[in-house]
């Protein structure tokens, strides 16, 4: 089955500087690549996704990037604010059906 | 449009006894899945419905668990007999299948076994 590596497990910059979360996942046939952001208490929440026809997806402040090839994609978060703390999970899902395999998380912190 | 709605949002028991999660998916949305989330093996999928007939269980941990999904607005996960591990926030996610992917979570059952 399909297997989703996520680096690193944490992660603290300052206010204002950039985050990146890579993960790397093992199934060729996976071409659904999900972002969710998930705060304390609460419900993971989706907040990008990528489809394998593309390389590259932006949503404001948050970016998206995908290498097939080396079956790997990361989560470019720019401009950080103290809102952006969270736990961050990416996923991936096979061409067959949508089921989700998680990466093990990655809890951001942001400094003011 | 209301959201994945789970119940209890928490739910307090003692070892040994049957526990009963409930999910209502969006409407419309024709695949459901289980999720359970702790601390130590993060976000592990259950069980998932494709058109209210179970795909895949392999995430089931043991026969304990169970789960069904009588109609499209409605399903269940039973634990029993329920132990101390099984302690965990247990979340309900839908979506649509039919060519698009995105999942949507409920705002999960926090269980707790004693």
């Known amino acids: 089955g399909e297997n989703v590596e996520q680096h690193p497990s944490t992660l603290s910059v300052q206010e204002g500087d950039s985050a990146v979360i890579k993960c790397t996942y093992s199934d060729s046939a996976s071409n659904y690549f999900p972002w969710y952001k998930q705060e304390l208490g609460k419900r993971p929440q989706l907040i990008i996704d990528?489809?394998?026809?593309?390389g590259e997806k932006k949503d404001q402040r948050i970016a998206v990037t995908l290498n097939k090839t080396a079956k790997h994609f990361s989560l470019h978060i720019t401009e950080t604010q103290p809102e952006d703390s969270a736990v961050y999970f990416c996923?991936?899902?096979?061409?067959?059906?949508?089921?989700?395999?998680f990466g093990g998380g990655t809890r951001v912190l942001v400094k003011p | 449009d209301a959201g994945v709605i789970q119940s209890p949002r928490h739910e307090v028991t003692e070892m040994g006894q049957e526990v009963t999660l409930r999910c209502k998916p969006i409407s419309g949305h024709n695949s459901l899945f289980w999720y359970r989330q702790t601390m130590m093996r993060g976000l592990e999928l259950l069980i998932y419905f494709n058109n209210n007939v179970p795909i895949d269980d392999s995430g089931m941990p043991e026969d304990r668990f169970s789960a069904k999904m009588p109609n499209a607005s409605f399903s269940t996960l039973k634990i029993q007999p329920s132990e101390p591990r099984d302690s965990a926030v247990y979340f309900c996610?839908?979506?649509?299948?039919?060519?698009?992917?995105?999942?949507?979570f409920g705002p999960g059952t926090r269980l707790t076994v004693t």
């Open positions: 996923a991936a899902s096979p061409a067959a059906g949508n089921k989700l395999t």
């Open positions: 996610a839908s979506s649509f299948s039919g060519g698009r992917y995105e999942q949507y």
């Open positions: 990528i489809r394998s026809n593309v």
